[in-house]
């Protein structure tokens, strides 16, 4: 078995870690091993807001920000 030397020896392999043992790569098939960048211990599947989503927070944040500036003017 190869040895495993972590760039980081203060930080232990977890759940989350892209470790690869060398063994796999050389004795594997080239053409199946994935080297992408994702990483296939990466937990959960990140679900993603549809633009209009997006567009009618950022709205709502701006009128509430908005009615904040309206307060703190009249304070002063």
Same mark, same amino acid.
Do not use: Y
């Given at each position: ?8 020896? +203060? *930080?232990?392999? /977890?759940? $989350? ?5 060398? #063994? ?7 053409? +199946? *091993?994935?080297? /992408?960048? $994702? ?5 959960? #599947? ?31």
């Amino acid at each position: 078995m190869t040895e495993f030397v972590a760039l980081q020896s +203060t *930080f232990a392999d /977890s759940a $989350k870690s892209w470790s690869v043992d060398v #063994a796999d790569v050389t004795n594997g098939d080239a053409t +199946t *091993f994935d080297l /992408s960048v $994702k990483n296939p211990n990466g937990g959960e #599947a990140v679900t993603h807001r549809s633009p209009q989503d997006i567009m009618d927070e950022i709205a709502a944040l701006d009128a509430q920000a908005a009615e904040v500036l309206k307060t703190i003017r009249e304070l002063l």
